[in-house]
């Protein structure tokens, strides 16, 4: 595993993904999660962003280079729940991914 605190990468659901960028935008947070490779991947983010007003977080143990199928899909689940994650901080959530939510309430 590439080097860091692998804990939250091994934690992670995408299927949660949402419901914690919720959380950060109610406490006033807008940083953006970023996947390591060759650079700073900031998955489901396609134009530009300001740093100032939303400033990125790699997610440890995340890299381009799996050594092993186990980091290959830690690596896979990361860019699903930071795609997730930074579509919903930056308000590009599916419109579907709402509706769905509104069902199951």
């Not at 290959?72 to 579907?96: K, T």
Request: hydrophobic share 35%; net charge neutral; charged share 35%.
């Amino acid at each position: 595993m590439p080097p860091g605190d692998c804990r939250f990468l091994e934690q992670l659901r995408p299927d949660q993904a949402e419901r914690a960028a919720d959380a950060a935008i109610a406490r006033g947070d807008f940083h953006l999660l970023g996947v390591d490779g060759f650079s700073l991947d900031l998955p489901g983010v396609d134009k530009p962003v300001d740093p100032r007003l939303h400033p990125t977080q790699p997610i440890d143990c995340t890299g381009d280079d799996a050594v092993s199928r186990k980091q290959a899909r830690l690596n896979d689940r990361a860019i699903r729940y930071a795609r997730d994650y930074n579509r919903r901080i930056l308000g590009l959530a599916a419109p579907e991914t709402d509706a769905k939510k509104a069902r199951e309430q």
